[in-house]
């Protein structure tokens, strides 16, 4: 009896455990880390390439993936350019700034409305995940529970996060974002070349 208690509680705590992984890294300040899920799709869109690419809708699906590595690039940079700032500045915890906050929240705005409009030209499967996705992002920006992408947007709002969090956890989702962005332009290289045959 006392042993499958345990079995039990063990099991739990295994599936706890990994159910915030799976989702993306929750984390102590209201983080849910979305790069995650986006490099997974990205990594989808590219390897499956062969089953939803379509000659007469190729220069179509060419403009949003364009759209989506531009807006993802200005995202990575204005994260970049922001945390740099506060390190320089020496900004304290608790002093929030809505206006840079609000910034990054429009700038993943556009970056969701380009997965739509990707999602639109791939198979049902990857326009099924790029929509969970799209969903998620969207609940993390605009929930009723204050949520964050990423701990320098928690920052921002005024959540009392070290600065040696927001750099381990900023140096991590700045490389995945990176990644996605270079498996963008692979992808469109593959397209091209599809186009051209």
Known sequence: MIFS??????ICCCLLA???????????????DVT??????????????????????????????????RNLTGY????????????????TPGKKDERNLE????RMGTIMGDMRGVTDFVNDELRAEGDK??????????GEQPRFLSNLEAFLAGVDVTKRDMTVEGSKSYSR?????????????????????
């Open 5 to 10: 208690k345990m079995v039990f509680r063990i």
């Open 103 to 106: 910034d990054l929240k429009a």
């Open 177 to 197: 974002l990176e990644e996605c962005v270079n498996l963008i332009a692979v992808l469109q290289d593959k397209l091209d070349r599809k186009m051209k045959k």
């Open 18 to 32: 990994f159910s915030s992984v799976a989702f993306g890294q929750a984390d102590k300040y209201g983080v849910t």
């Open 133 to 142: 996705l799209n969903d998620d992002i969207y609940n993390i920006l605009y």
């Open 36 to 69: 995650f899920g986006m490099l997974a799709w990205i990594k989808h869109l590219n390897n499956d390439a062969d089953k939803y690419f379509v000659k007469e809708k190729g220069e179509a699906l060419n403009q949003h993936l364009t759209d989506l590595k």
């Open 76 to 91: 990575m940079k204005a994260r970049k350019v922001l945390s740099d700032s506060l390190f320089r500045n020496n900004i």
